[in-house]
Protein backbone atom coordinates (compact mmCIF):
# COMPACT_ATOMS: atom_id res chain seq x y z
CA UNK A 1 0.00 0.00 0.00
CA UNK A 2 1.14 3.23 -0.88
CA UNK A 3 1.46 6.72 0.93
CA UNK A 4 -0.97 8.38 -1.81
CA UNK A 5 -3.11 5.52 -0.73
CA UNK A 6 -3.39 5.43 3.02
CA UNK A 7 -3.16 9.38 2.84
CA UNK A 8 -6.66 9.07 0.45
CA UNK A 9 -8.10 5.89 3.11
CA UNK A 10 -7.21 8.58 5.83
CA UNK A 11 -9.24 11.60 4.24
CA UNK A 12 -12.44 9.44 3.19
CA UNK A 13 -12.38 7.99 7.12
CA UNK A 14 -12.65 11.41 8.34
CA UNK A 15 -15.00 12.82 5.64
CA UNK A 16 -17.34 9.50 7.14
CA UNK A 17 -16.38 10.44 11.10
CA UNK A 18 -17.65 14.29 11.46
CA UNK A 19 -21.32 15.02 11.49
CA UNK A 20 -22.91 15.69 8.98
CA UNK A 21 -23.00 19.62 8.36
CA UNK A 22 -19.42 19.74 9.93
CA UNK A 23 -16.55 21.56 8.03
CA UNK A 24 -13.47 18.92 8.14
CA UNK A 25 -10.87 21.66 7.48
CA UNK A 26 -12.42 23.32 10.81
CA UNK A 27 -11.83 20.54 12.64
CA UNK A 28 -9.04 19.28 11.18
CA UNK A 29 -7.42 23.53 11.64
CA UNK A 30 -8.41 22.67 15.93
CA UNK A 31 -7.29 19.61 16.57
CA UNK A 32 -3.59 20.12 14.61
CA UNK A 33 -2.92 23.49 15.38
CA UNK A 34 -2.29 24.32 11.64
CA UNK A 35 -3.55 26.74 9.14
CA UNK A 36 -6.46 27.12 7.29
CA UNK A 37 -4.25 26.51 3.53
CA UNK A 38 -1.98 23.84 5.19
CA UNK A 39 -5.23 22.08 6.07
CA UNK A 40 -6.44 21.99 2.49
CA UNK A 41 -3.19 21.17 0.93
CA UNK A 42 -3.61 17.52 2.87
CA UNK A 43 -7.36 17.26 2.22
CA UNK A 44 -5.99 17.62 -1.71
CA UNK A 45 -3.62 15.03 -1.52
CA UNK A 46 -0.78 17.54 -2.50
CA UNK A 47 0.94 16.96 1.19
CA UNK A 48 0.35 13.74 3.16
CA UNK A 49 -0.41 13.88 7.07
CA UNK A 50 2.47 13.04 9.01
CA UNK A 51 2.24 10.09 11.37
CA UNK A 52 1.88 12.65 14.39
CA UNK A 53 -1.08 14.13 12.55
CA UNK A 54 -2.38 10.69 11.80
CA UNK A 55 -2.26 9.53 15.16
CA UNK A 56 -3.94 12.97 16.70
CA UNK A 57 -6.88 12.42 14.19
CA UNK A 58 -7.60 8.72 14.82
CA UNK A 59 -7.49 9.62 18.95
CA UNK A 60 -9.91 12.27 18.75
CA UNK A 61 -11.74 10.80 16.04
CA UNK A 62 -12.07 7.09 16.49
CA UNK A 63 -9.99 6.03 13.54
CA UNK A 64 -8.30 2.87 13.52
CA UNK A 65 -5.09 3.27 11.96
CA UNK A 66 -3.95 -0.42 11.71
CA UNK A 67 -6.97 -1.62 9.74
CA UNK A 68 -6.65 1.44 7.74
CA UNK A 69 -3.08 0.63 6.88
CA UNK A 70 -4.38 -3.50 6.92
CA UNK A 71 -2.23 -4.70 9.70
CA UNK A 72 -4.75 -5.38 12.10
CA UNK A 73 -5.52 -8.69 12.88
CA UNK A 74 -9.05 -9.69 12.83
CA UNK A 75 -10.52 -9.93 16.26
CA UNK A 76 -8.05 -7.74 17.53
CA UNK A 77 -8.66 -4.14 19.09
CA UNK A 78 -6.77 -1.34 20.70
CA UNK A 79 -8.30 -0.22 24.43
CA UNK A 80 -7.64 2.55 26.42
CA UNK A 81 -6.87 2.45 30.44
CA UNK A 82 -7.81 5.70 31.15
CA UNK A 83 -5.24 5.66 33.62
CA UNK A 84 -3.24 8.77 34.39
CA UNK A 85 -0.99 8.56 37.36
CA UNK A 86 0.41 11.02 39.41
CA UNK A 87 2.15 11.01 43.11
CA UNK A 88 -1.46 12.58 44.45
CA UNK A 89 -3.86 9.98 44.69
CA UNK A 90 -6.36 13.25 44.18
CA UNK A 91 -5.02 14.50 41.13
CA UNK A 92 -4.62 11.00 39.60
CA UNK A 93 -8.74 10.58 40.17
CA UNK A 94 -9.25 14.16 38.94
CA UNK A 95 -7.08 13.17 35.99
CA UNK A 96 -9.16 10.31 35.12
CA UNK A 97 -12.32 12.33 35.07
CA UNK A 98 -11.20 15.05 32.96
CA UNK A 99 -9.97 12.25 30.07
CA UNK A 100 -13.67 10.90 30.39
CA UNK A 101 -14.80 14.68 29.63
CA UNK A 102 -12.81 14.57 26.80
CA UNK A 103 -13.82 11.78 25.19
CA UNK A 104 -17.21 13.66 25.30
CA UNK A 105 -16.03 16.98 23.65
CA UNK A 106 -15.55 15.02 20.38
CA UNK A 107 -19.61 15.08 20.47
CA UNK A 108 -20.93 17.36 18.36
CA UNK A 109 -25.04 17.34 19.16
CA UNK A 110 -25.72 15.46 22.89
CA UNK A 111 -29.25 15.57 21.88
CA UNK A 112 -28.51 13.32 19.38
CA UNK A 113 -26.68 10.68 21.63
CA UNK A 114 -28.03 7.30 22.45
CA UNK A 115 -26.74 5.67 25.71
CA UNK A 116 -26.87 2.33 26.87
CA UNK A 117 -25.17 0.93 30.59
CA UNK A 118 -25.86 -2.71 32.07
CA UNK A 119 -24.68 -2.19 35.50
CA UNK A 120 -24.34 -4.91 38.32
CA UNK A 121 -23.42 -1.57 41.04
CA UNK A 122 -24.77 1.82 41.34
CA UNK A 123 -23.03 3.56 38.51
CA UNK A 124 -20.55 6.01 39.46
CA UNK A 125 -22.86 9.07 37.95
CA UNK A 126 -25.24 8.64 41.04
CA UNK A 127 -23.28 8.33 43.75
CA UNK A 128 -20.85 11.55 42.51
CA UNK A 129 -24.09 13.72 43.56
CA UNK A 130 -23.28 12.93 47.50
CA UNK A 131 -19.96 14.08 49.91
CA UNK A 132 -19.78 11.47 51.72
CA UNK A 133 -20.38 8.42 49.12
CA UNK A 134 -17.56 10.28 46.78
CA UNK A 135 -15.17 10.30 49.60
CA UNK A 136 -15.41 6.64 50.47
CA UNK A 137 -15.57 5.50 46.54
CA UNK A 138 -12.37 7.64 46.20
CA UNK A 139 -11.04 5.91 50.27
CA UNK A 140 -11.74 2.49 48.86
CA UNK A 141 -9.86 2.78 45.52
CA UNK A 142 -6.97 4.34 46.79
CA UNK A 143 -6.74 1.71 49.89
CA UNK A 144 -6.86 -0.89 46.46
CA UNK A 145 -4.20 1.00 44.70
CA UNK A 146 -2.13 2.38 46.99
CA UNK A 147 -1.07 1.51 50.82
CA UNK A 148 -3.19 2.15 53.55
CA UNK A 149 -1.21 5.06 54.50
CA UNK A 150 -2.76 7.13 52.59
CA UNK A 151 -5.81 6.95 53.89
CA UNK A 152 -6.08 5.73 57.35
CA UNK A 153 -10.16 6.94 58.41
CA UNK A 154 -12.33 8.45 55.89
CA UNK A 155 -12.80 11.49 58.63
CA UNK A 156 -9.02 11.82 58.11
CA UNK A 157 -9.85 12.43 54.00
CA UNK A 158 -10.86 15.57 52.42
CA UNK A 159 -11.62 15.94 48.80
CA UNK A 160 -10.83 19.81 47.50
CA UNK A 161 -13.75 21.34 46.11
CA UNK A 162 -11.89 21.71 41.98
CA UNK A 163 -12.52 17.56 42.07
CA UNK A 164 -16.17 18.04 43.54
CA UNK A 165 -16.69 20.27 40.77
CA UNK A 166 -14.93 17.96 38.07
CA UNK A 167 -17.70 15.26 39.30
CA UNK A 168 -20.37 17.80 39.08
CA UNK A 169 -19.00 18.22 35.30
CA UNK A 170 -19.12 14.86 34.66
CA UNK A 171 -22.56 14.08 36.03
CA UNK A 172 -23.80 17.11 33.90
CA UNK A 173 -22.22 15.72 30.56
CA UNK A 174 -24.42 12.31 30.57
CA UNK A 175 -27.35 13.72 31.98
CA UNK A 176 -27.61 15.94 28.53
CA UNK A 177 -27.29 13.38 26.21
CA UNK A 178 -30.84 12.98 24.18
CA UNK A 179 -31.51 9.37 25.20
CA UNK A 180 -30.43 7.00 27.84
CA UNK A 181 -31.08 3.38 29.11
CA UNK A 182 -30.02 1.74 32.02
CA UNK A 183 -30.47 -2.03 32.89
CA UNK A 184 -30.14 -3.07 36.63
CA UNK A 185 -29.21 -5.86 38.56
CA UNK A 186 -31.51 -6.49 41.02
CA UNK A 187 -29.19 -6.61 43.98
CA UNK A 188 -28.30 -2.99 42.72
CA UNK A 189 -27.33 -1.59 46.47
CA UNK A 190 -25.70 -4.90 47.93
CA UNK A 191 -22.01 -4.43 46.16
CA UNK A 192 -21.57 -1.17 48.17
CA UNK A 193 -23.36 -2.18 51.60
CA UNK A 194 -20.86 -4.85 51.52
CA UNK A 195 -18.09 -2.46 51.19
CA UNK A 196 -18.86 -0.24 53.47
CA UNK A 197 -19.40 -3.30 56.34
CA UNK A 198 -16.38 -4.11 55.55
CA UNK A 199 -14.14 -1.10 56.05
CA UNK A 200 -16.09 -0.85 59.20
CA UNK A 201 -14.55 -4.47 60.36
CA UNK A 202 -11.05 -2.48 59.76
CA UNK A 203 -12.35 0.46 61.34
CA UNK A 204 -11.75 2.95 58.70
CA UNK A 205 -15.22 4.03 59.14
CA UNK A 206 -17.29 4.66 62.56
CA UNK A 207 -20.49 5.20 63.45
CA UNK A 208 -20.73 8.40 62.54
CA UNK A 209 -19.73 7.54 58.85
CA UNK A 210 -21.94 4.44 58.51
CA UNK A 211 -25.18 7.07 59.27
CA UNK A 212 -24.24 9.76 57.09
CA UNK A 213 -23.34 7.06 54.27
CA UNK A 214 -26.82 5.55 54.85
CA UNK A 215 -28.56 8.44 54.89
CA UNK A 216 -27.23 9.64 51.72
CA UNK A 217 -27.81 6.15 49.98
CA UNK A 218 -31.64 6.73 51.25
CA UNK A 219 -31.84 10.02 49.63
CA UNK A 220 -30.30 8.42 46.57
CA UNK A 221 -32.73 5.93 46.39
CA UNK A 222 -35.61 8.78 46.41
CA UNK A 223 -33.77 10.33 43.51
CA UNK A 224 -33.46 7.05 41.80
CA UNK A 225 -37.46 6.32 42.40
CA UNK A 226 -38.77 9.97 41.18
CA UNK A 227 -36.41 9.38 38.46
CA UNK A 228 -37.83 6.00 37.51
CA UNK A 229 -41.39 7.24 38.10
CA UNK A 230 -41.07 10.27 35.97
CA UNK A 231 -38.58 8.43 33.23
CA UNK A 232 -36.45 11.90 32.94
CA UNK A 233 -33.53 13.17 34.81
CA UNK A 234 -33.81 16.29 36.36
CA UNK A 235 -32.16 17.89 33.31
CA UNK A 236 -35.08 16.68 31.13
CA UNK A 237 -33.61 14.27 29.24
CA UNK A 238 -35.62 11.09 28.95
CA UNK A 239 -34.06 7.75 30.76
CA UNK A 240 -35.46 4.56 30.80
CA UNK A 241 -35.04 2.18 33.88
CA UNK A 242 -35.00 -1.82 33.68
CA UNK A 243 -34.57 -4.12 36.13
CA UNK A 244 -32.43 -7.61 34.87
CA UNK A 245 -33.95 -10.71 35.73
CA UNK A 246 -30.31 -12.35 35.76
CA UNK A 247 -26.83 -11.37 36.77
CA UNK A 248 -24.24 -10.23 34.75
CA UNK A 249 -20.11 -9.91 35.62
CA UNK A 250 -19.35 -6.69 35.12
CA UNK A 251 -20.56 -3.33 34.16
CA UNK A 252 -20.57 -2.06 30.57
CA UNK A 253 -21.78 0.92 28.61
CA UNK A 254 -22.10 2.20 25.04
CA UNK A 255 -22.37 6.12 23.54
CA UNK A 256 -23.34 6.76 20.10
CA UNK A 257 -24.20 9.31 17.81
CA UNK A 258 -23.18 9.58 13.94
CA UNK A 259 -19.62 9.40 13.67
CA UNK A 260 -19.25 8.59 17.65
CA UNK A 261 -18.75 5.44 19.08
CA UNK A 262 -17.31 4.52 22.24
CA UNK A 263 -17.40 1.60 24.35
CA UNK A 264 -16.63 1.49 27.95
CA UNK A 265 -15.89 -1.41 30.24
CA UNK A 266 -15.59 -0.96 34.01
CA UNK A 267 -12.27 -1.68 35.53
CA UNK A 268 -10.21 -0.49 38.40
CA UNK A 269 -12.99 0.39 40.61
CA UNK A 270 -13.46 4.17 39.41
CA UNK A 271 -12.14 3.84 35.90
CA UNK A 272 -13.45 2.26 32.57
CA UNK A 273 -11.09 1.02 29.69
CA UNK A 274 -12.58 2.58 26.53
CA UNK A 275 -12.33 1.65 23.15
CA UNK A 276 -13.48 3.62 19.47
CA UNK A 277 -13.22 0.12 17.73
CA UNK A 278 -16.76 -0.19 15.51
CA UNK A 279 -16.17 -3.90 15.89
CA UNK A 280 -16.06 -3.55 20.03
CA UNK A 281 -18.61 -1.16 19.44
CA UNK A 282 -21.39 -3.29 17.71
CA UNK A 283 -20.78 -6.71 20.09
CA UNK A 284 -21.02 -4.58 23.45
CA UNK A 285 -24.24 -2.91 22.14
CA UNK A 286 -25.89 -6.16 20.97
CA UNK A 287 -25.16 -7.52 24.28
CA UNK A 288 -26.30 -5.13 26.15
CA UNK A 289 -29.56 -4.80 24.12
CA UNK A 290 -29.77 -8.52 24.72
CA UNK A 291 -30.18 -7.69 28.20
CA UNK A 292 -33.99 -5.94 27.59
CA UNK A 293 -35.46 -10.08 26.89
CA UNK A 294 -34.38 -10.78 30.44
CA UNK A 295 -35.38 -7.59 32.08
CA UNK A 296 -38.61 -5.73 33.25
CA UNK A 297 -38.84 -1.98 32.59
CA UNK A 298 -39.67 -0.47 35.51
CA UNK A 299 -39.61 3.70 34.47
CA UNK A 300 -43.27 5.09 33.80
CA UNK A 301 -44.31 1.90 33.48
CA UNK A 302 -44.53 -1.54 36.10
CA UNK A 303 -45.25 -0.13 38.98
CA UNK A 304 -45.50 -2.98 40.67
CA UNK A 305 -41.82 -4.15 40.28
CA UNK A 306 -40.67 -0.88 40.81
CA UNK A 307 -42.21 -0.60 43.97
CA UNK A 308 -40.91 -4.10 45.09
CA UNK A 309 -37.11 -3.22 43.24
CA UNK A 310 -37.04 -0.10 45.44
CA UNK A 311 -38.35 -1.89 48.72
CA UNK A 312 -35.57 -4.78 48.58
CA UNK A 313 -32.94 -2.34 47.79
CA UNK A 314 -34.40 -0.24 51.15
CA UNK A 315 -34.12 -3.77 53.04
CA UNK A 316 -30.16 -4.19 51.94
CA UNK A 317 -29.38 -0.34 53.03
CA UNK A 318 -30.91 -0.52 56.34
CA UNK A 319 -28.75 -3.37 56.99
CA UNK A 320 -26.11 -0.81 57.41
Known amino acids: MTTEQINNGLIEIMREKVPAGTNLARVLMDLLCIGKEAVYRRLRGEVPFTLAEAAIVSGKLGISLDKLVGSGREGNAVFDLNIVRYENPVDTYYAMIDNYLRLFEGIADPSAVETGTAANIIPQMFTMK???LSRF????WVYQNQT??????????VLPDRL???????????QDFGFTYYIWDSMLFNSLVNDIKYFVSINMLNDRNVARLREELQALLEEMYVMCSTGHFRSGREVQIYISNINFE????YIETRGYLLSMLKAFSVSSMTSRDEGVFNNLKQ?????KKFS???SQSGEMHRIQFFARQKEIVNTL
Open 250 to 253: ATYS
Open 164 to 174: YQKQAEYVAAL
Open 287 to 291: WIRSL
Open 130 to 132: YEM
Open 296 to 298: ILI
Open 137 to 140: RFAK
Open 148 to 157: REHVRTLDEL
